[in-house]
């Protein structure tokens, strides 16, 4: 199977993104697939979920780093067999002056010459042959890190947190998706719409999910994500030693199977 690269994403926080791509990174590995995680998100959610440790840590030792001196084998963390990760610390959020001046957050010149929303892309050349799915979380904006992303990928899973913000910020984010099918090289194209972070109380939730599908028939994923304790303490417990993985990941092996079933259809 040749490699395929998903990123999930949508500009606005809060709607589980990190943790998604983290669940969902265990699943592929545990499955026996080859995965590289990437974490384009300056905040480190990703990096501290799989790595156990602070995303500040990694500073000097990050993707940014990887996309600036074009060298991804230098920069990727081995996590657990078959599971790697390029991790991100704050200095990220740097990626839009290094593209448009040359500097870097060190004060080095390093100049960029290019096609701007092509490095990760382009970086990720060294490496698709080594793995079978290369998984990338992205920041709550549509920023030049969320346009890396999208461009390096073959399958863009959008995330939908049942409120009014973020039904409003669907329609954008899946322009981008457009964009990116246009501009990018890899045929971008949405995976679907996968529902998450559903509060089973709130009639409102249940009004925004069936909205969203109405809108949306053939891209929503049939599973729906609901508010778990033991998936909002996985950031404390993590992968390892976790007393409550078995519940944590319950839901989203069902998730898991419908994307396995569209991506590699």
Known sequence: MSCKVITFGIQKGGCGKSTTTGIVSYLMKEDGYRVLAIDMDSQGNLTELLSGEPSNEFVER?????????????????????LDLLPATNFLATLPRWIYTGQTYKGENIPFSGNPSWILDEALEQVRDEYDFIIIDTPPSLSEQTTNALCAS????????????????????????????????????????????NDVRRTDSKAFNEMIEED???????????????????????????????????QYQSFYGELIERVKG
């Open 216 to 250: 949306y028939p053939e891209e929503v994923f049939q599973t729906i994500i609901t508010r778990k304790a033991p998936v909002g303490r996985l950031a404390l417990y993590g992968f390892d030693e976790n007393p409550e993985l078995k519940q944590a990941l319950q």
């Open 62 to 82: 990050s993707v940014l780093e990887a996309m600036q001196h074009n060298d991804i084998k230098s920069y990727i963390v081995p996590i657990t067999e078959n």
């Open 154 to 197: 073959e399958y863009v899973v959008v995330l939908f947190e049942s409120s009014n913000w973020c039904y409003s910020a669907i329609p954008n984010f899946m322009d981008s998706v457009i964009s990116a099918n246009e501009f990018g090289r890899r045929g971008t194209k949405v995976a679907g719409i996968l529902r998450t972070l």
